[in-house]
């Protein structure tokens, strides 16, 4: 039999024609520039993200670093005294030598932006921040700001949209109780314990790390007294306030450490025991006469408004869970020396002792 039908080739089994791979190829490329674009929306998306809150975090270090600093320094709200580029929102006036300092708010289209100027001749220009949907404002303890006033407290408020906005409380130092001078120098000591009617006691596994100098006053005749394996170290000086006592500052009984980078007492002003772990760099400054003054007394009394009176922390999974309140007994309440214990955030008010 015969078939006019044209014959059929059949199909080889060596690879692709030319035509098959040139359309393969741009298929694949359409594919791909769908993909990184695909790609390319998402790593923008997530970086605009991240310089958001950065923007954020640094804006608000920066604003609370050179704020608070200017304020805390400062001895009254000056005049104008640099004139430029924005608005005057304050002006301060050091305690001590050096220029007076100036926040400007600046404007750009439709966003604020806030200026740290150095009064005088070459005085710097620092830009606290940029970008803001409102202009920064102030008040001073609650009210205006008005020249040659000395304000206790200076509040400065930043937005920079809806969602991210905050207030800084910057507290102006006092010169009100001015040390004797037979009282420890400067620098400020990182840590006081004030005396009171006991002094300090460390004791059981107790353990206190101070990073920095320790002054101790005397409420008696002795200033601090370490037991059992309790420890004391200090990174830097160990002064204790003696006065008129001739009796021992420092007494310690069991197998206690004091260990003490910088100065501190001399043998003959501590009763000391033989198991205990006694080391100190030097013993030049080891104490002083008159008792330190308390350096919050100038500060206004807490807020006690809406806390309520606590007795106990609740024992949840272990741990004994205080909130914030006022506490009229020995803080924190209930529990023993190997309990542990969690803090809400809030403001405690301890009126039994910590």
Known sequence: MTS??????????????????????????????????????????????????????TTA????????????????????????????????????AGPNIEYRVTTAGKTFGLQR?????????????????????????????DVDTSPRVVSLKIRRSPRFEFTLDGVRRTTDVILAPEEPPAP???????????????SGAAKLNVLGDAYLNNPGTTAANLSGSGSLIVTGDLQI??????????????????????????????????????????????TFDAAYPDPLANLPAPDTSGLATRTSCDLQSGYYVCVPGIYTGVFPPGGNGSS?????????????GF
Not at 62 to 70: C, H, P
Not at 120 to 144: F, K, M, R
Not at 188 to 202: M, Q
Not at 340 to 352: C, D, E, V
Request: with cysteine; glycine share 14%; net charge negative.
């Open 188 to 202: 400020i000591p990182v840590f006081v314990s004030l005396g009171g009617a006991s002094p300090l006691t460390i």
């Open 61 to 96: 270090q920066w604003a609370s670093m050179a704020f608070t600093r200017d304020v805390q320094g400062s001895s009254r709200i000056a005049p104008e005294c640099a004139p430029g580029n924005g608005t005057r929102l304050i002006t301060f006036e050091p305690s001590v």
């Open 241 to 286: 306030q003696k006065g008129s006592s001739s009796g021992p500052v420092l007494i310690a009984s069991g197998n206690p450490v004091l260990h003490v980078d910088g100065n501190g007492p001399s043998a003959s002003q501590m009763n000391v025991c033989g198991w205990c772990d006694i080391r100190i760099g030097g013993t030049g400054t080891g």
């Open 117 to 145: 100027v150095e009064c005088g001749a070459g005085g710097s220009t620092q830009t606290v921040t940029e970008g803001l949907d409102t202009a920064p404002s102030i008040i001073c303890d609650g009210s205006t700001c």
């Open 340 to 352: 542990k214990f969690k803090m809400g955030p809030g403001n405690y008010i301890l009126r039994g």
């Open 4 to 57: 006019n039908a044209p014959t059929k080739r059949p199909r080889s089994e060596s690879g692709f024609s030319l035509i098959e791979v040139l359309v393969g190829m741009a298929v694949l490329s359409v594919i791909s520039m769908a993909v990184a674009g695909i790609g390319m929306s998402f790593v923008m998306q997530v970086t605009d993200g991240s310089n958001n809150s950065q923007i954020e975090a």
